[in-house]
């Protein structure tokens, strides 16, 4: 299954739940493989302009916009997106050009 790489802001909003709720996040976590399929494969808060990142296994593209728009509509996160290639992988196709 695709790997993505994940980074989210808080907004304010998300602070305050945040502070108020920290099991918030894990509720999240449950909420996206329960209506999306996406599997948290690792989540770490960060420190610097983002608040976190999550490496996710989604089943396709349509599938992580659909989560990052409805989280991204609650107006707590902010997210970017991407989508991730293994080393291997790349290295095998790098060869075949």
Do not use: C, W
């Not at 920290?22 to 909420?31: C, F």
């Not at 770490?44 to 396709?60: K, R, T, W």
């Amino acid at each position: 299954m695709p790997i993505f790489v994940m980074l989210t802001t808080l907004t304010d909003e998300g602070m305050k739940t945040l502070k108020h709720k920290p099991e918030r996040i894990k509720e999240v976590d449950r909420e996206v493989m329960e209506k999306f399929g996406v599997k948290i494969i690792a989540q770490y808060a960060l420190l610097g302009p983002y608040d976190f990142v999550n490496i996710i296994e989604a089943p396709d593209n349509d599938t992580v916009v659909k989560m990052a728009i409805e989280l991204g509509s609650r107006g707590t996160i902010r997210t970017l997106t991407m989508p991730a290639i293994e080393v291997e992988r790349l290295i095998e196709d790098l060869k075949s050009l």
